[in-house]
């Protein structure tokens, strides 16, 4: 498995006017978003946040732009910088920890994984260092104003055809892993290799250990591979 010292960067653009958002311990996914099993893109994926649902916060971490979540009955970790809150009728990106909502700061104890996933992790974190946020408000922003709230942030620019996703299947690649989360509208950096499909418009790549498919011509992931 190879690994990079890479900053996944967002391509969508902060916006202005957002709706109201309940201050509360709960957090609205501003796209689909993946809940992993611990606070990082190294751990295990154990369930997705429809754009547009509504997860109950546990708490986040102080330094990482990671919260603990529950939705639809299964708990685990999930990338602030995906998540809003309301604040004074605008969203906010959680990940700035705004004073008027109660979100608890808590610390992440491994008592679960093998010894196996430990050392997968370390070897991980010593790669990336500290996870770094997207811009402020970037992703939130942009995606609530733009009025596609709701899912259709998380829904696929464009269909494969059964032959690319074939191809995708039969030809597995290693894993890069960037800082950030996996989401559709976000940009690879250029340093990141990407891999030719029979769609000639489309490539593909493991990031964060999900197969994504980017636009050939701008690197920004369209649809994510579940």
Partial sequence: MRT?????????ALAAVAPTLASSAEAVAATDLNIRSGP???????GVIPGGEQTG??????????????YDGVEGW???DYLAVGVEEQAVVLTTRPATV??????YENTAETQSDQNTGAAVGATLGALTAVAVGGPIGGIIAGGILGGAAGSAAVEPTTETVTYVETNPVDTVYLDGEVVVGAGLPTEVTTYEL????????SINGQTVLVNAETGVIVQVLR
Wanted: hydrophobic share 45%; charged share 15%; glycine share 6%.
């Fill in 4 to 12: 990079a010292k890479l900053g996944l960067i967002s391509a969508i």
């Fill in 40 to 46: 990082g893109p190294q751990f295990n994926l154990v």
């Fill in 57 to 70: 916060v546990d708490g986040c971490l102080a330094e990482l732009s990671w919260c603990k979540v529950m």
């Fill in 78 to 80: 999930s990338y602030s």
């Fill in 102 to 107: 109660d979100i608890k700061t808590i610390t």
């Fill in 198 to 205: 029979p769609q000639p418009d489309l490539r593909y790549v």
